[in-house]
């Protein structure tokens, strides 16, 4: 029942990771435009700045993979999220005008993007093994379905507090390059320093997590032999 699944602190920890992890990416696209238009003087660029957002998630994807294959599947999420912080970063000090430099960047700072896809689905994967375990029942389909409406609220909220917070620090995206270097300079703060903080609540909430690579070892080997013991009586 509801008391069981909402019990269980494991999917907790993921649906609130996957919905702050939501939040940091789609505020990073919300404000994509604005900043490299206004912020960087880039405005001829925007298609191609985007594609490299793009190639370098598919870039990095496999050594998330990797990662989350070897070590600790929350492990590899908080080394995403301290590199992903670290990378964005570097859009403090990216130069007007400088396409080179903006694209390294981009490409650098999307490569955190595929582990916000991938990782958050990996560990839900662990999660159901978890409440097949505890419960004896399969319920992976309800798990990814609160996994991808969590994604949802977030993107929907994030939508709307973007144009809020960018009116709270002074910048009209209606009156474009007219708006003062100072609402600019906050744009700049902005799409770093709230993704970042939502990385930060990420690796700080996943702290003790308990589901470690040895554990979900042992719940996969329980549950092939309960299933092994299922068929055996048939």
């Given at each position: ?153 977030a993107a929907g909220f994030t939508l709307f507090l973007a144009l809020t917070v960018l009116g ?67």
């Amino acid at each position: 029942g509801a008391a069981l699944v909402f019990g269980n602190m494991p999917l907790l920890r993921v649906l609130i990771a996957n919905a702050t992890l939501g939040f940091s990416w789609v505020l990073l696209q919300a404000l994509f435009v604005f900043f490299v238009t206004y912020a960087l003087g880039l405005q001829d660029w925007l298609g191609f700045l985007l594609v490299c957002l793009i190639v370098g998630g598919l870039l990095f994807l496999p050594i998330w993979v990797k990662l989350s294959q070897s070590w600790h599947k929350h492990g590899a999420m908080q080394v995403s999220m301290i590199t992903g912080a670290a990378t964005l970063l570097l859009l403090l000090f990216l130069p007007e005008g400088n396409v080179v430099l903006a694209a390294a960047a981009f490409l650098l700072v999307g490569a955190n993007s595929s582990a916000l896809e991938f990782l958050p689905r990996a560990m839900m994967a662990d999660v159901c093994d978890h409440d097949h375990v505890q419960s004896g029942s399969e319920r992976m389909a309800l798990y990814y379905s609160l996994l991808q409406l969590s994604s949802k609220i977030a993107a929907g909220f994030t939508l709307f507090l973007a144009l809020t917070v960018l009116g709270a620090v002074g910048f009209d995206p209606e009156i474009g390059s007219d708006n003062s270097a100072g609402a600019i300079r906050n744009l700049r703060y902005l799409i770093v320093g709230l993704p970042a903080l939502a990385y930060a609540c990420v690796v700080i909430m996943l702290i003790g997590y308990p589901i470690s690579r040895e554990r979900q070892h042992t719940m996969r080997a329980e549950i092939e032999k309960r299933e092994r013991l299922a068929l055996g009586t048939q």
